[in-house]
């Protein structure tokens, strides 16, 4: 009897095996060649990429739809089009959800609802980093509104975790209606250009309302995302950079809210010279250059990862490393519309700002901003609002702060973008600086108007008046004898000097007023 019972449970390990196996598999080589002729991955060579070799953990596996008709009950594959688990990212525990748009197009029916619900409650209790890997047709229509059901529970822990645990959302094919909520709820978007798509309505709904021939990348595409938008942060040819990248991001991230971003051996001398400054920023306030270069000198080996690169290039939100501890950079672009802020920039850099507040990411500012744009589009835009949404970042960030200005710092810009004034913890300036309420012309021309327009020759008057205007409010020294600024530096030791600060502020503690939250601009 022994024997018989033991030979049973072989038997019944045998028929799991089967299952299993059956189940990685997937709906079978006709629909994973329909895949591969799109130029996609299979959902389980997508997490092999992700994950560290081997670390996977899958989560209702076995899960398989209870719906029926329209032919539902007779197609009850397992997974329900979506892979749940967990794994590892360089040994740190990461969360995933993965659709198969094999089965059923990857489309989110109840069962498949659940199974996502269950591993974002997972990676919110264990306080661990969530990524989703969306190829999926939408709600699936068969299952009517328990489908959309489905999305709300989503949406709903999507807020939750919202400033809790990095989210980061990866399209790898369509993305319509409202399943594009979920990744705008989600802190970075990840889009692979001709194979994902984001769209609340699509071409042929678009077509239909008015009367527009658009296709679905002109539509709602990697590049429109990443250049018009601003829905995406991050766009890459091919799903292996694509997933390459997501790693990266990961690598620089705390697992949560209550823990800081990871250290890593830096090889890089945190006293380097930064000499090389000196000739790639031009004294010439008047003259562009490329702020990339400067980061880039300044930074751990070189090595940056830019959010929203071409999506409001004016300024530069970016991730790197000083001394092989993660730091959040906000730069004024002086190759782009001189570096002003704007509307979207504005925008831009408000998000990026609470994205590391909220994961405790020190700031470093780097300031050559002539102020806002002005123009009857900006302010009937609403720049006054968008422009306060970057102030508000900024004096609600209790993370360590620091400013550096490079050249010009003018007017409301030079206030919003991290002034001591609104809280930085430590503010440094290049001896080119130029920090005042605005240029020294426009200054003269304000102050000196009646004396200009009298003048015999009025031409000599304003150069000479804006000369004195210059020497008297805007000299390198001004702000730091008034105590606006901390000290004068060397572009020479720009880099051990933050090395320096942030080692300082590391250890940082603000108390925060009381409160459910903040109602900040929108």
């Known amino acids: 009897m022994a024997g018989a019972g033991l030979g049973g449970v072989r038997g019944r390990v045998a028929e799991l095996a089967a299952v299993r196996a059956r189940a990685v598999a997937g709906p079978g080589e006709e629909a994973t060649r329909a895949q591969r002729a799109k130029g996609k991955l299979t959902v389980r060579e997508r997490i092999e990429l992700l994950l560290d070799p081997g670390s996977f953990n899958e989560v209702g596996q076995l899960r398989r739809h209870r719906a029926t008709g329209f032919g539902l009950e007779a197609r009850r594959p397992h997974t329900d089009g979506v892979v749940t688990g967990w794994g590892t990212v360089e040994g740190r525990t990461v969360f995933v959800y ?84 979920s ?125 929203h690169e071409r999506w409001a290039r004016n300024i530069i939100c970016a991730l790197a490393r000083l001394d092989g501890q993660t730091v959040g950079i906000v730069a004024s672009q002086p190759a782009v519309l001189a570096g002003v802020l704007d509307i979207e920039a504005s925008e831009k850099a408000a998000r990026f700002v609470q994205f590391c507040d909220a994961f405790n990411v020190p700031l470093l500012t780097l300031l050559d901003v002539p102020g806002f744009l002005p123009g009857v589009d900006q302010e009937h835009g609403g720049i006054i609002r968008h422009g306060a949404k970057l102030l508000y970042a900024y004096c609600n960030a209790s993370v360590p702060r620091i400013s550096l200005v490079l050249r010009k710092a003018y007017g409301g810009a030079y206030i919003v973008m991290d002034s001591q004034s609104i809280g930085a913890d430590l503010t440094f300036a290049w001896p080119t600086n130029e920090i005042a309420v605005m240029g020294a012309e426009g200054a003269a021309n304000v102050i000196f108007r009646k004396q200009i327009a009298a003048a015999d020759d009025p031409e000599a008057v304003r150069a000479r008046v804006a000369k004195e205007y210059r020497a008297e409010l805007m000299h390198p020294y001004y702000a730091a004898e008034r105590g606006l600024v901390d000290d004068v530096i060397d572009p020479a030791a720009t880099r051990e000097v933050l090395v320096r600060s942030l080692a300082m502020l590391r250890t940082k503690h603000a108390d925060l007023p009381a409160r459910k939250h903040g109602n900040p601009p929108q």
Do not use: W
Request: with cysteine.
């Open 98 to 181: 993965a659709h198969d748009f094999r089965i059923f197009g990857g489309a989110l029916g109840e069962a498949h609802a659940e199974k996502i619900h269950k591993v974002m409650d997972m990676a919110i209790a264990a306080g661990a980093p969530l990524v989703s890997l969306n190829d999926g047709a939408g709600a699936r229509i068969q299952e009517g509104v328990s489908a959309l059901a489905g999305y709300g529970g989503i949406f709903q822990r999507n807020t939750r975790a919202s400033g809790v645990i990095p989210q980061i959302s990866v399209m790898l094919g369509p993305c319509a209606g409202g399943a594009a909520y």
């Open 183 to 307: 990744p705008a709820l989600t802190d970075f978007v990840f889009m692979v250009r001709d194979t994902s798509q984001m769209f609340i309505t699509g071409p042929d709904v678009v077509r239909a309302v008015t009367g527009e021939e658009i296709s679905q990348n002109g539509l709602g595409g990697a590049d429109v995302h990443a250049e018009t938008s601003g829905v995406c942060h991050f766009a890459y040819d091919d799903e292996e950079t694509c997933l390459a990248e997501v790693r990266y991001l990961l690598s620089m991230l705390p697992p949560n809210n209550r823990e800081n971003p990871p250290a890593v051996p830096a090889d890089d001398l945190a006293d380097r010279d930064t000499g090389a400054l000196l000739d790639l920023v031009p004294a010439d306030g008047n003259r562009p250059y490329d702020m990339h270069r400067v980061i880039e000198e300044i930074v751990d080996d070189g090595e940056v990862l830019e959010v």
